[in-house]
């Protein structure tokens, strides 16, 4: 086999040595741009778990890496005057030029013919069976096929830029630094002796306020150790092509053309904050080497390797992407006690949580913990999600909500014995709060024939005996969610074709513009000023009867494409009057909803709005939007945001994944001044507790996961040793033994959990066996 690798990167070079090695036969050259020697950037990071994977396979490049690196354990942050240090991180520095000179002697003595200052273009290897593109982020041969590998980048707001020093380090260390000009961060590494990595970094106001953008490598150079001369401890700062940039986030369709393949920065970047770009680049190559070693032909191997390895690698994208927007947002975070903003920084990209911080820093988890009861008014032998929150004269026992979720079990909008066993069992499981499904005011109001209301004598009635049968058997409260379908209404139960029209029996459905939901829904009549006043109407009247069924709560709809909600996205609200065109334009209505039910709500009781953050696809609500829209409705009284996202156009694209709609719910608390409840895809104690201790939301509302285990929140408590949750004396025999299983349980989970840890590289460990 022929073998072209375009580009003597870290990716280039691995890939060469491992096919080299088991395919001694394979004629394998390297052409790079640059000379052998020459260095631009300072160190890299790997960590424990990546050099697992290096010493499996290949152990002499292992051996030569752990042999020239810098090892550390702890994550030192610093910030508003305070250091946390985080251990059982496991973490090791290399220089970029050694590594690239190590990966070059172990590819001549393999046998490959490397040639440096060489442009090399892929026609300059007519009988290559295969070519690879590792020719990095500024690929040309990505750029010169780009029809065909349909690149996307997206530059990020914030400047960074690398530079280097000769201050030791042992620890990587974050330091933020606030200015007149702004906040300035530093993260930093020793990738060897007297040498460290400093990557600047601030937002794009600051660059500008700073003057950053007038000046060149030199002079920001200068200005930086000013910056951080506490900080660098007398050293300087050290500069290498160290100009300011944008990080530019790129993904590609298509990581493949015949015999040519993109690996490392060429298809995918991952931002620093993470360091997992060479990780990235390299694990790229032992992937495509793995495609060959099974039978097949190129084209075989090709096609095994990218659809192989894009889940992965889009993992850590998302990772990356969640973590970068972190950084972008650093004001937000900055009011918080250092505590806090440490542990928001350490969970930032969803890798890191509660449970495992709580085994690699088992200080630092018990001070957040004390910390956030402190702040909050709780028990500090309680984590987070066993705290009480107080929402005007409503006091939860704990963070855990059963989030509203539709059954379409309803008769004639009437709750049956389903719903009171539904609700029922979820608030003696240990909840806080249960949030009733959406309930109609009125039954043109309805998505389903099988939606619950409350227009009627019967409904209030059903709704009653469901209230009173929570408030006699626990602490749990109950909210009523109130909305109206709009254009969404008059369809199908869920399980007969969702958002599918009804064959029969529809009735006529408003909103705020005559756009279908679907082209085959019903094309809904654009509401009149006469439409407006009486579905209000509707809204109140079921108020009333929610005060007589004793709710504690009260929640208006205005998410996921239903009447309110519709008056809010620019998709969906093309009007031209008052209640259109600008976002305070189409508020007007459903804030005017809101106040009118925050009149007749009496002052003790909380009420929320659930809103949709974002409708993910094109022209949709903006972040500002959101934030104008938080606004609003706080002013107006509304005491939760309860942050959901979506569902407002058929074709939106939603980016899902483990908390995805958490971060809308963290903008909206910081910036908006809100308290917020998130939900989506969370389904772990684990993830409450982080997404509550990092302040992330007030409340974490958990669906599916209530579906298939009604006492969630009674078996959290147990494993986290919180004995005195509420329990129905009937089930206290139960409770009990569950505490006492549940200790021994976590034991051996922790035990299990300790084991599977990569095992730690730090210089004097003998090699792994899997290595040998």
């Not at 950037?41 to 290949?58: I, N, P």
């Not at 495609?291 to 894009?310: I, K, M, N, P």
């Not at 032998?381 to 379409?408: A, D, H, I, W």
């Amino acid at each position: 086999m022929r073998i072209a690798i375009i580009g003597g990167g870290p990716a280039g070079l691995y890939f060469a040595i491992l096919m080299q090695r088991d395919f001694p036969e394979a004629r394998i050259t390297v052409a790079e741009r640059n000379r052998a020697d020459d260095t631009f950037g300072f160190g890299v990071v790997f960590s424990d778990a990546t050099l697992d994977a290096f010493a499996a396979a290949d152990a002499p490049s292992y051996r030569a890496i752990t042999e020239s690196f810098a090892y550390w354990d702890d994550i030192a942050i610093h910030a508003k005057g305070a250091e946390h240090r985080i251990g059982g991180n496991g973490f090791c520095g290399c220089s970029r030029r050694t590594l690239l000179l190590l990966l070059q002697q172990r590819a001549r003595q393999l046998g490959v013919e490397l040639r440096f200052g060489e442009e090399a273009t892929p026609e300059d290897f007519p009988d290559a069976d295969l070519i690879v593109a590792a020719d990095g982020i500024n690929s040309p041969i990505r750029t010169r096929f780009a029809d065909h590998f349909q690149p996307e980048v997206t530059l990020r707001p914030n400047r960074f830029a690398w530079m280097g020093s000769t201050r030791p380090f042992d620890a990587f260390t974050f330091f933020f630094k606030e200015r007149p000009e702004g906040i300035f961060i530093a993260h930093c590494y020793q990738y060897e002796a007297n040498a460290s990595t400093w990557v600047l970094e601030t937002d794009p106001d600051t660059f500008t306020r700073a003057g950053l953008d007038s000046m060149d490598e030199t002079q920001s150079a200068r200005f930086m150790e000013q910056v951080f001369a506490e900080e660098l401890q007398g050293h300087r700062l050290i500069t290498n092509r160290s100009a300011w940039r944008r990080f530019p986030a790129l993904k590609c369709a298509r990581w493949t053309r015949g015999n040519l393949v993109l690996i490392g920065d060429a298809k995918a970047s991952a931002h620093f904050s993470i360091g997992s770009g060479t990780k990235l680049a390299m694990e790229d190559a032992i992937a495509l080497h793995r495609a060959f070693l099974q039978t097949g032909s190129v084209a075989d191997a090709l096609s095994r390797f990218e659809h192989g390895r894009r889940e992965d690698v889009e993992k850590t994208q998302h990772a990356a992407d969640v973590s970068l927007v972190w950084f972008e947002h650093v004001r937000r975070f900055w009011d918080m006690h250092p505590i806090r903003f440490a542990f928001g920084l350490m969970t930032r990209s969803k890798a890191i949580t509660w449970d495992n911080l709580s085994l690699r820093a088992p200080e630092f988890v018990a001070e957040t913990q004390a910390v956030f009861a402190a702040e909050e008014g709780g028990d500090p032998s309680k984590p987070p999600m066993f705290q009480p929150l107080r929402l005007r004269g409503m006091e939860l026992p704990n963070r855990t909500v059963v989030s509203p979720m539709c059954m379409y079990s309803a008769e004639e909008g009437v709750p049956t014995d389903f719903h009171l066993m539904h609700y029922g069992a979820r608030a003696v499981g240990g909840a806080g709060l249960i949030f009733t499904e959406m309930t109609c005011p009125s039954a043109e109001a309805r998505i389903t024939p099988g939606c619950t209301g409350l227009w009627n004598d019967a409904q209030e009635a059903a709704w009653t005996r469901i209230v009173r049968f929570i408030h006699a058997h626990g602490p749990a409260k109950i909210a009523l969610q109130l909305g109206h379908a709009g254009r969404k209404g008059a369809t199908k139960l869920m399980w007969e074709g969702m958002d599918r029209p009804l064959d029969y029996g529809a009735w006529p459905v408003i909103s705020a513009s005559p756009i279908p939901y679907r082209p085959d829904n019903q094309t809904p009549r654009a509401m009149t000023r006469a439409d407006m006043d009486a579905v209000k109407a509707d809204f109140l009247a079921a108020a009333i009867r929610a005060l007589r069924c004793g709710f504690d709560m009260l929640e208006l709809h205005c998410a996921h494409g239903y009447l309110l909600a519709s008056f809010l996205s620019p998709l969906t609200n093309h009007r031209t009057d008052d209640y259109g065109g600008p976002i305070a334009n189409r508020l007007r209505y459903p804030l005017e909803v809101f106040t009118a039910l925050r009149a007749l709500w009496p002052a003790d009781k909380p009420m929320s709005v659930r809103i949709s953050a974002t409708d993910w696809a094109d022209g949709g609500i903006a972040d500002a939007d959101t934030l104008a829209i938080a606004r609003a409705f706080a002013a107006a009284g509304c005491d939760l945001i309860d942050v959901s996202t979506g569902q407002t156009v058929h074709d939106a694209a939603p980016v899902y994944g483990r908390m995805f709609q958490v971060p809308w719910s963290d903008m909206i608390r910081q910036e908006a001044g809100i308290a917020t409840m998130c939900v989506g895809n969370i389904t772990t104690a684990d993830q409450v507790n982080t997404i509550l201790a990092a302040g992330r939301a007030d409340l974490v509302a958990l669906a599916r996961p209530h579906l298939t285990d009604p006492s969630f929140t009674l078996r959290a408590a147990a494993s986290y040793g919180v004995a005195d949750i509420a329990c129905p004396p009937q089930y206290r025999w139960g409770k009990d033994a569950l505490l006492r299983n549940a200790a021994r349980e976590q034991s051996d989970l922790r035990d299990l959990r300790l084991k599977a840890r990569p095992r730690s590289h730090a210089p004097g460990l003998p090699l792994a066996r899997a290595a040998e």
